[in-house]
């Protein structure tokens, strides 16, 4: 099951401010909360009091919140891995550990006697889970998520990302990643120029960000680092979530025809099994309309990301929908109708042979 979060700085902002953020979100959807005791300064008694009154509400509406903490701050709050009882009396759901130890203090965390989550950093492609797990922990206690980058370029490369997030499903551990709201203004640190886990989301658009990292099937729950997202860009991601089907935004030409139309838009598409290099293929259309008219209208040269259909000079491929994985030569015989969006033309990437997909008219 796909989720979604928020991330809170209370030391930030004010109680007031959070408490509408977080009933926000909860009303689109949102269930998990990441909050930071990594960069927490000045009036501790009062920080703390804000922090266990926001959490206070969140639990109210049932949503989980996690809050990051390293083995120094253990120190400074005089916590020991051992007694986890301060997070409990916090309200926390989970703690999550920015840097660990050594593998059995997590394992023996995983049992503490209030039934605290253990959430674990994932961004190191490290044997880090494997040590943990060779301690014999409470596995349904443990979950795992990735580091945020608020410095331009540091975030993680894909292949690394990849990496790091197989080491951990490959257990069946429950996994989040970070993305960033355009329109969110700060993060724990004084630097942010966006908050996102992966450097080739930071200036894509937050749904795209989301879509693009459950369609990995390696993340189960995204969160937007930096606050306060805009009620648009949660809208934006509950659509996601909800969307049963891979869906690509596009734009539709004029030129298209509304038996066109009605096939891109409310047929059911699957990306045929037999492999091109050049087309994704979705043949049933012309199966259904094989006696329908298809006349040559708009036949430029095809460019990656087209979405195409074959029109009656094809034969027997007239009304077959394919979308352009490559800039291809046009004979006349293919309708250009629409084009993907711009900035999602590079999920056509992570599409599989059998998966399912559709369409959205923006």
């Known amino acids: 099951m796909k989720k979604l979060g928020i991330a809170i700085y209370p030391e930030h902002s004010t109680v007031e401010k959070d408490k509408a953020y977080i009933a926000l979100a909860h009303q689109y959807g949102f269930t998990r909360i990441f909050t930071c005791l990594l960069s927490v300064e000045g009036d501790q008694k009062k920080v703390m009091a804000n922090f266990k009154e926001i959490i206070e509400f969140a639990n109210e509406l049932e949503m989980e919140v996690v809050v990051d903490i390293a083995p120094r701050v253990f120190g400074a709050l005089g916590i020991s891995y051992d007694d986890l009882s301060f997070f409990h009396e916090l309200g926390a759901y989970a703690i999550r550990l920015d840097l660990g130890y050594t593998g059995n203090e997590e394992s023996i965390m995983t049992f503490n006697p209030y039934g605290l989550k253990i959430e674990i950093n994932m961004s190191n492609a490290t044997k880090y889970v494997d040590n943990i797990l060779s301690y014999r922990p409470n596995r349904k206690q443990l979950l795992g998520s990735h580091n945020f ?15 790091c997030s197989a080491l951990f499903k490959e257990h069946n551990l429950e996994t989040a990643a970070f993305i960033n709201s355009p329109s969110a203004t700060f993060g724990p640190w004084p630097v942010t120029e966006g908050l996102c886990t992966l450097e080739m989301h930071r200036t894509l658009p937050i749904g795209v960000q989301a879509k693009h990292l459950f369609k990995t099937g390696l993340i189960d729950c995204a969160i937007i680092a930096n606050a306060y997202a805009s009620e648009e860009e949660m809208k934006a991601l509950r659509d996601v979530v909800q969307q049963e089907r891979f869906t690509f935004n596009v734009t539709l030409y004029g030129t298209i025809t509304e038996l066109e139309k009605k096939i891109v838009l409310e047929e059911f598409h699957f990306y045929r099994g037999d492999v091109s290099d050049y087309l994704i293929r979705s043949t049933q259309s012309r199966v259904k309309y094989k006696k329908e008219e298809f006349k040559p209208t708009h036949t ?20 077959e929908l394919q979308i352009a994985l490559l800039d291809m030569e046009n004979s006349g015989k293919t309708n250009v109708v629409g084009r993907i969006a711009e900035e999602e033309i590079f999920l056509l990437n992570e599409l599989q042979p059998w998966d399912k997909f559709a369409f959205c008219e923006r």
């Open 149 to 163: 980058y608020p410095h331009r370029y540091a975030g993680l490369s894909y292949d690394h990302f990849l990496k």
């Open 300 to 319: 430029p040269s095809i460019r990656r990301g087209d979405i195409l259909i074959e029109n009656e000079l094809y034969g027997q491929y007239k009304g």
